[in-house]
């Protein structure tokens, strides 16, 4: 098992910039995309970037694509997600999560269900 700790969050005005740290501990070696996902009140969990542990490949959301940068350390045990010019609509809790298996489309690499450990989450709170 995998035990994810996010930090980071809080609140930051619309066009300044954040970042998110999550740490991962237990059999990281068995990670094969480790990422962020996001839940706004009364919507969906979304994807927001993942990357591939081996190759680090990264994986963003439209939305987010040219903002936010998904980056991870040598070690291969702290994820970090880059906010830059974040907008009001990117306020959600955001949880760092990892996944074991390989994915055999890439298009499921946002699937949720197939992510198998998810961090407790931290909040982000944009304001115009």
């Known amino acids: 098992q995998v035990q994810l700790v996010e930090s980071g969050g809080g609140s930051v005005q619309a066009g300044g910039s954040l970042r998110l740290s999550c740490e991962a501990s237990?059999?990281?070696?068995?990670?094969?995309?480790i990422g962020w996902f996001r839940q706004a009140p009364g919507k969906e969990r979304e994807g927001v970037a993942v990357?591939?542990?081996?190759?680090?490949?990264?994986f963003y959301a439209d939305s987010v694509k040219g903002r936010f940068t998904i980056s991870q350390d040598n070690t291969k045990t702290t994820v970090y997600l880059q906010m830059d010019s974040p907008k009001p609509e990117d306020t959600a809790m955001y949880y760092c999560?990892?996944?074991?298996?390989?994915?055999?489309?890439?298009?499921?690499?946002?699937?949720?269900?197939?992510?198998?450990?998810w961090g407790q989450g931290t909040q982000v709170t944009v304001s115009s």
């Open positions: 990357v591939n542990t081996a190759s680090r490949n990264t």
């Open positions: 237990g059999y990281t070696a068995r990670i094969n995309y």
């Open positions: 999560a990892a996944r074991r298996q390989p994915v055999g489309y890439i298009g499921d690499v946002f699937r949720s269900n197939e992510y198998n450990d």
